[in-house]
Protein backbone atom coordinates (compact mmCIF):
# COMPACT_ATOMS: atom_id res chain seq x y z
CA UNK A 1 0.00 0.00 0.00
CA UNK A 2 1.45 3.53 -0.95
CA UNK A 3 2.45 5.79 2.14
CA UNK A 4 -0.18 8.36 2.00
CA UNK A 5 1.06 12.36 1.96
CA UNK A 6 -1.52 15.25 2.52
CA UNK A 7 -0.35 19.23 1.88
CA UNK A 8 -1.93 22.05 4.01
CA UNK A 9 -1.34 25.55 1.59
CA UNK A 10 -1.80 29.10 3.80
CA UNK A 11 -1.97 32.19 1.86
CA UNK A 12 -2.06 33.51 -2.06
CA UNK A 13 -2.73 31.65 -5.12
CA UNK A 14 1.31 31.30 -6.03
CA UNK A 15 1.09 29.08 -3.05
CA UNK A 16 -1.59 26.99 -4.58
CA UNK A 17 0.48 26.58 -7.23
CA UNK A 18 3.48 25.78 -5.32
CA UNK A 19 1.27 23.50 -3.70
CA UNK A 20 0.40 21.40 -6.55
CA UNK A 21 3.84 21.25 -8.18
CA UNK A 22 4.53 19.76 -5.33
CA UNK A 23 1.60 17.23 -5.04
CA UNK A 24 2.45 16.34 -8.52
CA UNK A 25 6.06 15.25 -7.39
CA UNK A 26 5.18 13.48 -4.63
CA UNK A 27 2.60 11.45 -6.63
CA UNK A 28 5.28 10.79 -8.98
CA UNK A 29 7.27 9.44 -6.12
CA UNK A 30 4.76 6.56 -5.14
CA UNK A 31 2.84 8.93 -2.36
CA UNK A 32 -1.04 8.49 -2.32
CA UNK A 33 -2.36 12.24 -1.80
CA UNK A 34 -5.39 12.49 0.54
CA UNK A 35 -7.38 15.42 1.49
CA UNK A 36 -6.11 17.68 4.34
CA UNK A 37 -7.30 16.72 7.52
CA UNK A 38 -7.10 12.96 6.83
CA UNK A 39 -4.71 10.76 8.31
CA UNK A 40 -1.44 10.53 6.58
CA UNK A 41 2.15 9.10 6.76
CA UNK A 42 3.70 12.68 5.20
CA UNK A 43 2.16 16.40 6.17
CA UNK A 44 3.50 19.53 4.26
CA UNK A 45 2.33 22.54 6.06
CA UNK A 46 2.59 24.94 2.71
CA UNK A 47 3.29 28.26 4.70
CA UNK A 48 2.39 31.79 4.60
CA UNK A 49 4.09 34.41 6.62
CA UNK A 50 3.34 37.48 4.92
CA UNK A 51 1.72 39.39 8.05
CA UNK A 52 1.83 38.83 11.99
CA UNK A 53 -1.87 36.85 11.37
CA UNK A 54 -0.82 34.67 8.80
CA UNK A 55 2.46 33.54 10.88
CA UNK A 56 0.61 32.84 13.63
CA UNK A 57 -1.91 30.58 11.72
CA UNK A 58 0.88 28.25 10.34
CA UNK A 59 2.28 27.68 13.94
CA UNK A 60 -1.64 26.67 14.72
CA UNK A 61 -1.53 23.97 11.78
CA UNK A 62 1.84 23.05 12.43
CA UNK A 63 0.66 22.28 15.97
CA UNK A 64 -2.90 20.92 14.98
CA UNK A 65 -1.48 18.96 12.06
CA UNK A 66 0.76 17.67 14.87
CA UNK A 67 -1.54 16.35 17.69
CA UNK A 68 -3.65 15.05 15.12
CA UNK A 69 -0.68 12.70 13.45
CA UNK A 70 1.69 12.01 16.51
CA UNK A 71 3.44 9.58 14.21
CA UNK A 72 3.38 11.46 10.59
CA UNK A 73 6.72 13.08 9.93
CA UNK A 74 5.57 16.68 9.48
CA UNK A 75 7.63 19.31 6.80
CA UNK A 76 6.98 22.90 7.23
CA UNK A 77 7.95 24.47 3.85
CA UNK A 78 8.32 28.15 2.45
CA UNK A 79 7.53 31.42 3.20
CA UNK A 80 7.40 31.27 7.49
CA UNK A 81 10.68 29.01 6.81
CA UNK A 82 12.65 32.03 5.34
CA UNK A 83 11.19 34.51 7.58
CA UNK A 84 11.53 33.00 11.09
CA UNK A 85 13.19 29.97 10.59
CA UNK A 86 14.95 30.22 14.27
CA UNK A 87 11.15 30.40 15.88
CA UNK A 88 11.45 27.03 14.90
CA UNK A 89 14.61 25.46 16.64
CA UNK A 90 14.95 23.26 18.32
CA UNK A 91 12.43 21.76 16.07
CA UNK A 92 9.65 20.21 18.60
CA UNK A 93 6.68 20.75 16.74
CA UNK A 94 7.68 20.24 12.94
CA UNK A 95 10.47 16.95 11.80
CA UNK A 96 11.94 19.15 8.93
CA UNK A 97 12.15 22.71 7.61
CA UNK A 98 12.49 23.20 3.71
CA UNK A 99 12.92 26.96 2.62
CA UNK A 100 11.89 28.71 -0.20
CA UNK A 101 13.20 28.09 -3.18
CA UNK A 102 14.30 24.39 -2.13
CA UNK A 103 10.79 23.64 -1.18
CA UNK A 104 10.29 22.83 -5.01
CA UNK A 105 12.68 19.87 -5.12
CA UNK A 106 10.80 18.58 -1.70
CA UNK A 107 11.16 14.70 -2.21
CA UNK A 108 14.89 15.19 -3.28
CA UNK A 109 15.17 16.53 0.42
CA UNK A 110 13.01 14.01 2.79
CA UNK A 111 14.91 11.35 4.37
CA UNK A 112 14.92 7.70 2.38
CA UNK A 113 13.46 5.91 5.48
CA UNK A 114 9.54 7.83 4.38
CA UNK A 115 9.95 7.76 0.92
CA UNK A 116 7.78 5.23 -0.94
CA UNK A 117 11.21 2.94 -2.32
CA UNK A 118 14.92 3.59 -2.68
CA UNK A 119 14.14 4.49 -6.21
CA UNK A 120 11.91 7.44 -5.20
CA UNK A 121 14.49 10.65 -6.65
CA UNK A 122 12.02 12.45 -8.53
CA UNK A 123 10.83 15.89 -7.43
CA UNK A 124 9.63 18.89 -8.66
CA UNK A 125 13.17 20.79 -9.15
CA UNK A 126 13.90 24.36 -9.66
CA UNK A 127 16.68 25.42 -11.84
CA UNK A 128 17.83 27.95 -13.76
CA UNK A 129 17.08 27.67 -18.12
CA UNK A 130 18.68 30.00 -20.43
CA UNK A 131 15.88 32.26 -20.17
CA UNK A 132 14.60 31.95 -16.68
CA UNK A 133 14.23 28.99 -13.95
CA UNK A 134 12.49 25.81 -15.27
CA UNK A 135 10.25 23.75 -12.97
CA UNK A 136 9.86 20.02 -13.95
CA UNK A 137 6.56 18.33 -13.42
CA UNK A 138 2.83 19.41 -14.21
CA UNK A 139 0.65 21.05 -11.17
CA UNK A 140 -1.33 18.22 -9.46
CA UNK A 141 -5.13 19.39 -9.80
CA UNK A 142 -6.72 16.41 -9.54
CA UNK A 143 -10.72 17.12 -9.57
CA UNK A 144 -10.30 20.80 -10.48
CA UNK A 145 -11.49 22.62 -14.08
CA UNK A 146 -9.23 25.16 -13.14
CA UNK A 147 -5.38 25.11 -12.60
CA UNK A 148 -2.96 27.75 -11.24
CA UNK A 149 0.19 28.17 -13.54
CA UNK A 150 3.77 29.90 -12.16
CA UNK A 151 5.22 32.32 -14.23
CA UNK A 152 6.95 34.87 -11.95
CA UNK A 153 8.58 34.60 -8.57
CA UNK A 154 9.62 37.25 -6.04
CA UNK A 155 9.61 40.52 -5.60
CA UNK A 156 11.83 44.14 -5.71
CA UNK A 157 9.36 46.22 -3.91
CA UNK A 158 10.16 47.55 -0.68
CA UNK A 159 6.51 48.12 0.87
CA UNK A 160 6.97 48.92 4.02
CA UNK A 161 4.63 46.13 5.38
CA UNK A 162 5.91 43.45 3.41
CA UNK A 163 7.87 40.37 4.13
CA UNK A 164 7.74 38.90 0.68
CA UNK A 165 11.16 40.15 -0.56
CA UNK A 166 12.69 37.91 2.45
CA UNK A 167 10.44 35.21 1.97
CA UNK A 168 10.42 34.87 -1.41
CA UNK A 169 13.66 36.78 -2.89
CA UNK A 170 13.89 39.03 -5.93
CA UNK A 171 11.94 38.58 -8.51
CA UNK A 172 12.65 36.53 -11.70
CA UNK A 173 10.86 34.87 -14.04
CA UNK A 174 10.56 31.68 -15.26
CA UNK A 175 11.70 30.22 -18.55
CA UNK A 176 9.58 30.77 -21.86
CA UNK A 177 9.26 27.40 -23.12
CA UNK A 178 8.80 25.44 -19.58
CA UNK A 179 5.69 28.03 -19.12
CA UNK A 180 4.66 26.43 -22.54
CA UNK A 181 5.45 23.20 -22.07
CA UNK A 182 2.99 22.88 -18.34
CA UNK A 183 0.46 25.05 -20.17
CA UNK A 184 0.07 22.34 -22.66
CA UNK A 185 -0.04 19.71 -19.77
CA UNK A 186 -2.33 21.64 -17.88
CA UNK A 187 -4.87 21.86 -20.73
CA UNK A 188 -4.29 18.30 -21.79
CA UNK A 189 -5.24 17.31 -18.27
CA UNK A 190 -8.41 18.87 -19.25
CA UNK A 191 -8.36 22.21 -17.29
CA UNK A 192 -10.24 24.69 -19.23
CA UNK A 193 -8.85 27.57 -17.49
CA UNK A 194 -5.59 28.54 -16.27
CA UNK A 195 -5.09 31.23 -14.01
CA UNK A 196 -1.11 32.98 -14.42
CA UNK A 197 0.34 33.52 -10.76
CA UNK A 198 3.63 34.90 -9.52
CA UNK A 199 4.13 37.19 -6.55
CA UNK A 200 4.05 40.25 -9.35
CA UNK A 201 2.91 39.04 -12.66
CA UNK A 202 3.40 42.38 -14.14
CA UNK A 203 7.57 41.68 -13.61
CA UNK A 204 7.32 38.84 -15.91
CA UNK A 205 10.21 39.15 -18.50
CA UNK A 206 11.68 36.89 -21.28
CA UNK A 207 14.50 38.83 -23.04
CA UNK A 208 12.32 41.66 -24.54
CA UNK A 209 8.99 39.53 -24.03
CA UNK A 210 6.57 40.78 -21.24
CA UNK A 211 3.29 39.84 -20.18
CA UNK A 212 1.19 40.74 -23.03
CA UNK A 213 3.80 38.79 -25.39
CA UNK A 214 3.24 35.72 -22.98
CA UNK A 215 -0.63 35.99 -22.96
CA UNK A 216 -0.59 35.65 -26.99
CA UNK A 217 1.59 33.06 -26.78
CA UNK A 218 -0.34 30.26 -24.81
CA UNK A 219 -3.40 31.67 -27.10
CA UNK A 220 -1.78 30.70 -30.04
CA UNK A 221 -0.56 27.50 -28.37
CA UNK A 222 -3.80 26.75 -27.06
CA UNK A 223 -7.07 26.49 -29.28
CA UNK A 224 -9.76 26.48 -26.00
CA UNK A 225 -8.60 27.09 -22.77
CA UNK A 226 -9.00 30.36 -21.33
CA UNK A 227 -6.90 32.44 -19.07
CA UNK A 228 -7.29 34.69 -16.46
CA UNK A 229 -4.08 36.76 -14.77
CA UNK A 230 -3.83 36.71 -10.92
CA UNK A 231 -3.57 39.52 -9.03
CA UNK A 232 -0.78 42.17 -10.61
CA UNK A 233 0.48 45.81 -9.94
CA UNK A 234 0.56 48.97 -12.05
CA UNK A 235 2.89 48.62 -14.69
CA UNK A 236 3.50 49.91 -18.37
CA UNK A 237 2.28 46.42 -20.17
CA UNK A 238 -1.03 47.25 -18.37
CA UNK A 239 -2.70 49.26 -21.16
CA UNK A 240 -1.69 46.22 -23.43
CA UNK A 241 -3.11 43.62 -21.42
CA UNK A 242 -5.97 45.85 -21.35
CA UNK A 243 -6.37 46.06 -24.83
CA UNK A 244 -5.98 42.15 -24.89
CA UNK A 245 -8.50 42.07 -22.25
CA UNK A 246 -11.11 44.13 -24.45
CA UNK A 247 -10.21 41.73 -28.17
CA UNK A 248 -9.82 38.58 -27.13
CA UNK A 249 -12.93 36.39 -25.68
CA UNK A 250 -9.67 33.83 -23.75
CA UNK A 251 -8.57 35.75 -22.29
CA UNK A 252 -10.92 36.36 -18.91
CA UNK A 253 -12.52 40.17 -18.33
CA UNK A 254 -10.90 40.21 -14.78
CA UNK A 255 -8.09 42.56 -13.02
CA UNK A 256 -7.14 42.18 -9.38
CA UNK A 257 -5.39 45.36 -8.75
CA UNK A 258 -4.05 46.27 -5.24
CA UNK A 259 -4.46 49.56 -3.59
CA UNK A 260 -3.96 48.59 -0.07
CA UNK A 261 -4.96 52.41 0.77
CA UNK A 262 -6.69 55.03 -0.62
CA UNK A 263 -5.15 58.24 1.23
CA UNK A 264 -2.14 59.31 -0.61
CA UNK A 265 -0.35 60.20 2.48
CA UNK A 266 -0.51 56.44 3.63
CA UNK A 267 0.20 55.26 0.30
CA UNK A 268 3.33 57.06 0.83
CA UNK A 269 4.11 55.49 4.37
CA UNK A 270 3.52 52.11 2.78
CA UNK A 271 6.12 53.07 -0.16
CA UNK A 272 3.48 51.79 -2.79
CA UNK A 273 4.50 53.54 -5.86
CA UNK A 274 1.56 55.66 -7.33
CA UNK A 275 -1.12 57.91 -5.88
CA UNK A 276 -4.60 57.63 -5.67
CA UNK A 277 -5.57 59.76 -8.68
CA UNK A 278 -2.80 57.80 -10.56
CA UNK A 279 -4.47 54.56 -9.98
CA UNK A 280 -7.59 55.75 -10.75
CA UNK A 281 -7.14 56.73 -13.90
CA UNK A 282 -5.89 53.18 -14.78
CA UNK A 283 -8.76 51.61 -13.57
CA UNK A 284 -11.31 54.21 -15.33
CA UNK A 285 -9.43 53.42 -18.07
CA UNK A 286 -10.23 48.98 -18.10
CA UNK A 287 -13.61 50.31 -17.27
CA UNK A 288 -14.34 52.02 -20.43
CA UNK A 289 -12.08 50.26 -22.82
CA UNK A 290 -13.75 46.15 -21.46
CA UNK A 291 -17.26 45.88 -21.48
CA UNK A 292 -18.23 43.88 -17.85
CA UNK A 293 -14.41 43.77 -16.64
CA UNK A 294 -14.60 42.60 -13.21
CA UNK A 295 -11.91 44.59 -11.24
CA UNK A 296 -10.68 43.73 -7.12
CA UNK A 297 -8.49 44.96 -5.14
CA UNK A 298 -6.82 44.54 -2.04
CA UNK A 299 -6.86 47.25 0.97
CA UNK A 300 -5.62 47.12 4.27
CA UNK A 301 -7.52 48.85 7.39
CA UNK A 302 -5.37 49.92 10.30
CA UNK A 303 -2.11 50.60 8.93
CA UNK A 304 -0.01 52.96 11.35
CA UNK A 305 -0.82 56.67 10.94
CA UNK A 306 -4.28 55.72 10.15
CA UNK A 307 -6.11 59.15 11.56
CA UNK A 308 -9.75 59.02 11.11
CA UNK A 309 -9.27 61.45 8.32
CA UNK A 310 -7.30 59.28 6.48
CA UNK A 311 -9.56 56.52 7.07
CA UNK A 312 -12.40 58.63 5.63
CA UNK A 313 -10.36 59.43 2.11
CA UNK A 314 -9.69 55.93 1.85
CA UNK A 315 -13.04 54.61 2.75
CA UNK A 316 -14.82 57.24 0.14
CA UNK A 317 -11.40 56.24 -2.54
CA UNK A 318 -12.80 52.92 -2.92
CA UNK A 319 -16.48 53.46 -2.85
CA UNK A 320 -15.97 56.30 -5.37
CA UNK A 321 -13.79 53.81 -7.45
CA UNK A 322 -15.41 51.22 -9.88
CA UNK A 323 -14.56 48.01 -7.76
CA UNK A 324 -16.64 44.49 -7.84
CA UNK A 325 -15.01 43.87 -4.51
CA UNK A 326 -12.03 44.00 -2.53
CA UNK A 327 -10.13 41.97 0.27
CA UNK A 328 -10.25 43.71 3.62
CA UNK A 329 -7.07 43.17 5.50
CA UNK A 330 -6.50 44.11 9.55
CA UNK A 331 -2.93 45.77 9.57
CA UNK A 332 -1.11 43.31 11.80
CA UNK A 333 2.46 43.77 12.93
CA UNK A 334 5.21 42.21 10.80
CA UNK A 335 7.76 42.11 12.79
CA UNK A 336 11.00 42.90 10.53
CA UNK A 337 8.77 45.26 8.39
CA UNK A 338 9.82 48.77 8.65
CA UNK A 339 6.23 49.28 9.10
CA UNK A 340 6.05 47.26 12.16
CA UNK A 341 8.57 49.84 14.24
CA UNK A 342 6.35 52.95 12.54
CA UNK A 343 5.29 55.32 15.64
CA UNK A 344 1.20 55.58 15.50
CA UNK A 345 0.32 52.27 15.52
CA UNK A 346 -3.79 52.10 15.14
CA UNK A 347 -5.48 49.97 18.16
CA UNK A 348 -6.82 46.42 17.24
CA UNK A 349 -10.04 47.37 18.46
CA UNK A 350 -10.21 50.10 15.65
CA UNK A 351 -8.67 48.58 13.41
CA UNK A 352 -11.11 45.75 13.69
CA UNK A 353 -14.32 48.74 13.40
CA UNK A 354 -12.85 49.95 10.27
CA UNK A 355 -12.21 46.65 8.60
CA UNK A 356 -16.03 46.07 9.44
CA UNK A 357 -16.73 49.17 7.57
CA UNK A 358 -14.38 48.37 4.16
CA UNK A 359 -16.34 44.86 4.38
CA UNK A 360 -19.66 46.10 4.50
CA UNK A 361 -19.12 48.91 1.07
CA UNK A 362 -17.22 45.90 -0.86
CA UNK A 363 -20.37 43.26 -0.17
CA UNK A 364 -22.64 46.57 -1.89
CA UNK A 365 -19.79 46.62 -4.53
CA UNK A 366 -20.26 42.93 -5.14
CA UNK A 367 -23.68 43.10 -5.14
CA UNK A 368 -24.17 46.07 -7.46
CA UNK A 369 -21.68 44.98 -9.89
CA UNK A 370 -23.85 41.21 -10.25
CA UNK A 371 -26.81 42.94 -10.67
CA UNK A 372 -25.48 44.64 -13.55
CA UNK A 373 -24.19 41.58 -15.36
CA UNK A 374 -28.53 39.93 -14.68
CA UNK A 375 -29.49 39.30 -18.61
CA UNK A 376 -25.98 39.34 -20.06
CA UNK A 377 -25.11 35.97 -21.65
CA UNK A 378 -21.71 35.05 -21.01
CA UNK A 379 -19.67 31.47 -20.56
CA UNK A 380 -19.64 29.61 -17.49
CA UNK A 381 -17.04 27.17 -16.63
CA UNK A 382 -19.12 24.39 -14.71
CA UNK A 383 -17.37 22.74 -11.42
CA UNK A 384 -18.82 20.71 -8.46
CA UNK A 385 -22.40 21.23 -7.43
CA UNK A 386 -23.46 22.85 -4.46
CA UNK A 387 -25.29 21.86 -1.33
CA UNK A 388 -28.52 21.83 -3.13
CA UNK A 389 -27.34 19.64 -5.66
CA UNK A 390 -27.06 22.58 -8.39
CA UNK A 391 -24.17 22.38 -10.47
CA UNK A 392 -22.17 25.58 -10.31
CA UNK A 393 -19.37 27.25 -12.00
CA UNK A 394 -17.73 31.05 -12.86
CA UNK A 395 -18.03 33.09 -15.44
CA UNK A 396 -14.95 35.10 -16.80
CA UNK A 397 -15.76 38.00 -15.52
CA UNK A 398 -15.26 36.29 -12.07
CA UNK A 399 -19.07 35.63 -11.08
CA UNK A 400 -20.18 32.41 -9.37
CA UNK A 401 -23.21 30.83 -10.94
CA UNK A 402 -25.81 28.41 -10.29
CA UNK A 403 -27.08 26.88 -12.81
CA UNK A 404 -30.75 25.77 -12.55
CA UNK A 405 -30.37 22.88 -15.23
CA UNK A 406 -29.46 19.67 -12.97
CA UNK A 407 -28.53 17.54 -16.22
CA UNK A 408 -25.38 19.86 -16.83
CA UNK A 409 -22.04 17.94 -16.75
CA UNK A 410 -18.84 18.94 -15.17
CA UNK A 411 -15.97 20.97 -16.60
CA UNK A 412 -18.18 22.14 -19.03
CA UNK A 413 -17.53 25.47 -20.92
CA UNK A 414 -21.34 26.82 -22.02
CA UNK A 415 -23.39 30.07 -22.81
CA UNK A 416 -25.51 31.03 -19.46
CA UNK A 417 -27.94 33.71 -19.54
CA UNK A 418 -27.91 35.39 -15.98
CA UNK A 419 -31.48 35.94 -14.62
CA UNK A 420 -30.81 36.81 -10.80
CA UNK A 421 -28.50 37.91 -8.20
CA UNK A 422 -28.82 35.63 -4.91
CA UNK A 423 -26.17 37.45 -3.09
CA UNK A 424 -22.70 39.23 -3.90
CA UNK A 425 -21.43 37.70 -7.11
CA UNK A 426 -23.28 34.21 -6.35
CA UNK A 427 -25.62 34.40 -9.49
CA UNK A 428 -28.20 32.20 -10.61
CA UNK A 429 -28.30 31.18 -14.76
CA UNK A 430 -29.87 29.40 -17.31
CA UNK A 431 -27.93 27.33 -20.02
CA UNK A 432 -28.46 29.18 -23.17
CA UNK A 433 -28.72 27.29 -26.71
Known amino acids: ??????????????????????????????????????????????????????????????????RRNPGAYLVLAGCEVNAAASDWDPLTVVDQLIANPDKMALVTKLPAAILPSPKSSCGTNRTVGGDGFVLSGTGY???????????????????????VPRARGASRSRDWDDILRETAALVRAGHKEVILTGVNIAKF?????????????????TDHARFRLSSTELCPELDDIIELMAEEPRVCRFLHLPIQHGDDDILKAMNRPYSVAEFSAVIENACRRIPGVCLGTDIIAGFPRETDT??????????????????????????????????????????????????????????????????????????????????????????????????????????????????????????SV
Request: net charge positive; hydrophobic share 40%; aromatic share 6%.
Open 205 to 221: ASGSRRLPELVQALLKE
Open 141 to 163: YQGKTRANLKIQEGCDGLCSYCI
Open 310 to 431: RFSRSQEAVTRLPFAFFHVFRYSQRPGTPAADMPGQVPGEVIMARAKILAGVSKQKAAAFAQSQVGNVVDVLTENTNSRGLREGWTDNYLRVELTDKTIPRNAMLPVRLTEVIEGRHMRGTA
Open 1 to 66: MSPKATIHTLGCRLNQADEALIAGALTEAGFAMVPWGEPADLIVINSCTVTGLAAQKTRQAARSAR
